[in-house]
C-alpha cells in the first residue's frame, strides 16, 4: 500500500512552477511564479523536497516494526476466530492444542484476566461467551514460536449455540434508523430551504442510485503488538497510529494509571485509519503477557484483518439534483444508507460532502444505519468525503449531460462564496483554479463530449473530471525544543510516522522556525515518553504537531537570543502546548480542495477498464515537502483507482464473513495497473490555519478519483455504471445491455 512506500528511493516532485502561490482570497487567485528567495541565512527547509530521515533505515531493514523488538523467553501468541456470526460459545476444548510441543497456555473466556470494560466494546475480548459477529476472537494460543500457536490455534476445538443472524444490508431494511450523529460529530440529517419543492421547480433534475461495497485497509504490516510486564509496569510496542490513546485504553482497561504504561510506535507500517484506534492485538498481547509472565508477540494473520480491524462499511445512496437550464443547482439531495454492528455504532459520514461542496438554496442531507451482525466498520482513508464524493460527483456529471454542459464548467458555475451549511467564509477556496489548472494541463479543451467518440480498435476511450475536497483539522500537541552545545537541536512530541514522512517534516518546520540548516535538526516521535500529541488521523498529524514544534521552537530561539555565553551542559530547551488554541472553533470554513481527471480505455471484447492516465491538482495550503506531498498526493489517487476498479468485498450472507479477506482476493492496485500519475498543486497563503499555513494531505487524493475513472468510463462507453468496482464481468454486462437498448 501506498503510505509504506517510502519516497526517498524516487526523488520527484510535480508542481505548478517550482513552488508556485496565490492570494488568500479565492477571488482573483491566480498562479504565479516562485516566492523570491532569502539572500542571507540557511535557504528554507520548507517547501524542499527533502529525504525522509529514516529513509536508508527502511530500505535497509535497519528500522524495527512492532514485531522485531526481541527479548528473552520471548513467546508467541495466534488468535482463534468465531465461525458463526451471532450466538455464544459453550464449550471449548484445549486438550489437543495443550499437548502440542511448545504450546504454553490457551486463554480462553473462562481463565483469561478480568478487565475492566472498555469504553470500545470492540476491545472487551475473552471477556464472555458471547459472539457478535463472525470473526470475534473466543480464544488465544500462546506457545514458543509462531509456528507452534498457529498450530496451536487450529487445533482448539470450540462449540456454540448459534443463532439467527442478520447481515444483508439493503436500502430499506427495516431495522434501519436515523442517527443523532454520524462519524465524525457531523449531525446526522441537515436541511436547508424546502428541497421537495425546489426540486419539482427544477427544470432539469437526475434522481440516481450508486453502491459502494465494502472496502478493506490492509496495511503493508498487519496489526502486532509485542507486550512485556516488569512486575506492574507495562512495555507495549505496537502498529498504531496514536501510542497515546493505546496507553490510555491499557491503563484503563488493567487498572493501571497511566505512567505505568509505556507504548512505542517508533515505525509503523500504515495503517489508512484502520491502526487510528487500539484494536484487539494489542490488548490480548497484554493479556498474554501477564498470564504467562513473558513477553509476547501477537501479529495478525492479514486474513482476520478484515472483521476485526474495522472496515470501510457499504454505503447505498440516492442523490437527487435540480438545475436551472443555466446550469446553477436549485436543489441538491444526498441519502445515505450504511450498516455498522451491534458491537459498536459506526456511521459512515458519506453525505457531509454536499454541505460543503455546491451552492444550492434547497438541499437535505441524511445518515440512515442498520444495525447488523456484521463486524464493526470504522475509519478508512477519508472516511465519508471517499464514497460521498464518489457518488455526488458522479451525479454531478450525469446532471452536466442531461444540460448538454460541460462538467468542468458546472462545477465552477456552482461555485459557492461561502460554505452552503454553515455559511462561514472559507479561509481559503481555490477549487475553480483547481479545475481550470488541470483541465489545461489535461487539454481538457480538446476534449469531444460524445460518449464513445474516440476508439482504437476493440478499445473505447474516454475522460472525465470530479472535484475533491477534504477537512482541516487540528488538535491540541505539545512538544519541546532543545538547543545543545554542539550546535545542534533536537525536537521531541509523540508524534506518529506512519510513512509519511512526519521525523522529515518536523525537522523541516524546526529548523525554518529556528533559522538553522535542516543538517542540524533532529525529530524524536512514536514514544510516549515524549510530550503527548494526537494521532495520526484525519489529515490532521502535521498541522497538530507542527504548531506544537513551531512555537517550542519560536520560545527556544527566544531563549537563545537572551542567552549570553556558551550554553550548559544540558543545553536550552523550549516548550509548547497548543491546548486551547489548536482544535478551538473557527469563524472560517476550512478545507482543502482538489480537482481529479482521468483518461481510460474499456476493452469491448473483455470488459477490462485500464487508466492511461491520472491527473490531480490540489489547494491545500503550504505545501512543506514536495517530495512526501507528491507520495501522499499520489498515494491517494492510487488508491482511489482501486476503489473504481479492483477493489471490493463481500459479506457472505450464509455465514456472515468478508468472502474476500486477504491479498489474493481483495485486489489492490499493482504496478501493471497503475499509469502515470500527475500531482501538481497550487500553493495557498491563508493565514487562518496553523503557523505553517498547511492543511493535510494524506486523504484528498482518495478522494473524487473513482468518480472521475467512473465519469471517464461513461464517457468511453455511453453507459452509466452506479456500482462499485468497475470489474469486466460489470462493465462487459453493461456493454452488452447498452447495444441491446441502442
Known amino acids: 500500500m501506498t503510505d509504506a512506500v517510502d519516497a526517498v528511493t524516487t526523488g520527484r516532485s510535480s508542481r505548478i512552477g517550482s513552488g508556485s502561490r496565490t492570494a ?76 502440542l510441543d511448545g504450546v504454553l497456555a490457551v486463554l480462553t473466556h473462562e481463565n483469561a484476566p478480568r478487565l475492566t470494560a472498555p469504553d470500545d466494546p470492540t476491545l472487551g475480548v475473552l471477556q464472555d461467551p458471547r459472539v457478535p459477529h463472525w470473526g470475534w476472537f473466543v480464544a488465544l494460543v500462546v506457545a514458543e514460536s509462531p509456528e507452534a500457536a498457529r498450530a496451536g490455534a487450529a487445533a482448539v476445538r470450540v462449540d456454540y449455540a448459534a443463532e439467527e443472524a442478520d447481515v444483508t444490508l439493503t436500502p430499506s431494511h427495516p431495522a434501519a434508523y436515523v442517527p443523532e450523529k454520524a462519524n465524525g460529530g457531523y449531525p446526522a440529517v441537515r436541511e436547508h430551504g424546502d428541497p421537495e419543492a425546489g426540486l419539482a421547480a427544477s427544470a432539469v433534475r437526475v434522481d440516481v442510485g450508486y453502491r459502494v461495497p465494502p472496502l ?7 496489526h502486532t503488538s509485542t507486550a512485556r510486564w ?78 476485526v480491524v474495522g472496515h470501510r462499511a457499504p454505503t447505498l445512496h440516492r442523490v437527487r439534483l435540480g438545475a436551472g437550464r443555466d446550469g446553477r443547482l436549485t436543489c441538491l439531495v444526498h441519502e445515505v444508507t450504511t450498516h455498522t454492528s451491534r458491537v459498536k455504532e459506526f456511521v459512515e459520514q458519506a453525505a457531509v460532502p454536499g454541505r460543503v461542496m455546491y451552492a444550492a438554496p434547497h438541499s437535505r442531507t441524511v445518515h440512515r444505519v442498520a444495525p447488523l451482525d456484521v463486524p464493526t466498520p470504522s475509519w478508512m482513508r477519508a472516511p465519508g468525503e471517499a464514497p460521498g464524493m464518489y457518488a455526488l460527483e ?44 488541470g483541465a489545461r494541463r489535461f487539454d481538457w479543451a480538446a476534449r469531444d463530449p460524445r460518449p464513445r467518440s474516440r476508439t482504437a480498435g476493440p478499445l473505447l476511450i474516454g475522460s472525465g473530471v470530479a472535484a475533491a475536497t477534504y477537512p482541516v483539522l487540528v488538535a491540541p500537541s505539545t512538544a519541546t525544543a532543545q538547543a545543545l552545545p554542539d550546535g545542534t537541536f533536537a525536537v521531541r512530541t509523540n508524534a506518529t510516522d506512519i510513512g509519511t514522512g512526519a521525523r522529515t517534516v518536523l525537522a523541516q518546520i524546526a529548523a525554518d522556525t529556528l533559522g538553522v540548516p535542516l543538517d542540524r535538526v533532529t525529530a524524536e516521535v512514536g514514544s510516549t515518553d515524549l510530550p503527548s500529541a494526537p494521532l495520526a488521523g484525519g489529515s490532521s498529524g502535521t498541522a497538530s504537531w507542527g504548531w506544537a ?22 543545553g536550552l530547551t523550549g ?11 473557527s469563524p472560517w470554513s476550512r478545507h482543502a480542495f482538489g480537482a481529479h481527471f482521468a483518461e481510460v480505455t474499456v476493452d ?36 482511489g483507482l482501486g476503489m473504481a476498479l479492483t477493489e471490493h468485498s463481500t459479506v457472505d450472507p450464509a455465514f456472515g464473513d468478508f468472502a474476500e479477506r486477504d491479498l489474493a482476493a481483495y485486489h489492490v492496485p499493482v504496478h501493471t495497473d497503475v499509469p502515470d500519475i500527475e500531482a501538481h498543486w497550487i500553493d495557498e497563503d491563508d493565514p487562518h490555519l496553523n ?31 452506479r456500482e462499485l468496482p468497475l470489474t469486466p464481468d460489470r462493465v462487459l454486462t453493461g456493454l452488452r445491455d447498452g447495444e441491446r437498448t441502442r
Open 394 to 437: 458522479s451525479a454531478m456529471d450525469e446532471l452536466a449531460a442531461e444540460l448538454g454542459m460541460d462538467p468542468v464548467g458546472l462545477r465552477i458555475v456552482n461555485e459557492p462564496g461561502t460554505e452552503p451549511d454553515s455559511g462561514k467564509p472559507f479561509s481559503s477556496r481555490h477549487l475553480v483554479e483547481c479545475l481550470r489548472e
Open 216 to 222: 478493506h485497509n490492509h496495511p503493508m504490516e498487519p
Open 691 to 721: 503557523p505553517m499555513g498547511s492543511k493535510g494531505i494524506g486523504e484528498i487524493g482518495i478522494v473524487g478519483t473513482a468518480a472521475a475513472i467512473g465519469n471517464a468510463v461513461h464517457h468511453a462507453t455511453g453507459v452509466r455504471f
Open 230 to 307: 516488569d512486575g506492574d509496569r507495562l512495555t507495549v510496542h505496537t502498529s498504531s497510529q496514536g501510542s497515546a490513546p493505546v496507553r490510555a485504553v491499557l491503563a484503563g482497561m488493567f487498572a493501571l494509571p497511566e505512567e505505568r504504561v509505556r507504548v512505542v510506535a517508533e515505525h509503523v507500517g500504515g495503517g489508512f485509519g484502520s491502526k487510528g484506534t487500539p484494536r484487539p492485538d494489542v490488548v490480548l498481547a497484554a493479556l498474554a503477557a501477564r498470564h504467562t509472565g513473558r513477553a509476547v508477540t501477537l501479529a495478525l494473520p492479514r486474513r482476520y484483518l478484515p472483521t
Open 549 to 570: 514544534v513551531h512555537d517550542a521552537c519560536a520560545r527556544l530561539a527566544a531563549r537563545l537570543a537572551d542567552h549570553q555565553g556558551p550554553l550548559p551542559e544540558d
Open 575 to 585: 516548550r509548547a502546548d497548543t491546548g486551547g488554541r489548536a482544535g478551538a472553533d
Open 24 to 99: 488568500a482570497t479565492p477571488a482573483g487567485a491566480r498562479v504565479t511564479g516562485a516566492a523570491p528567495q532569502p539572500t542571507t541565512g540557511p535557504a528554507p527547509a520548507l517547501g524542499s523536497s527533502a529525504e525522509r530521515r529514516e529513509g536508508r533505515e527502511k530500505v535497509t531493514g535497519a528500522a524495527r516494526y512492532a514485531a522485531e523488538f526481541l527479548s528473552p523467553g520471548l513467546a508467541h501468541a495466534w488468535p482463534v476466530p468465531a465461525t458463526i456470526a451471532r450466538g455464544r460459545v459453550t464449550g471449548v476444548d484445549a486438550s489437543a492444542a495443550l499437548a
Open 604 to 639: 469491448t471484447v473483455t470488459g477490462e477498464v485500464r487508466t492511461r492516465r491520472l491527473l490531480g491538482v490540489y489547494a491545500a495550503g503550504r505545501i512543506l515537502n514536495a517530495r512526501t506531498a507528491r507520495s501522499q498526493f499520489v498515494g491517494g489517487m492510487t488508491m
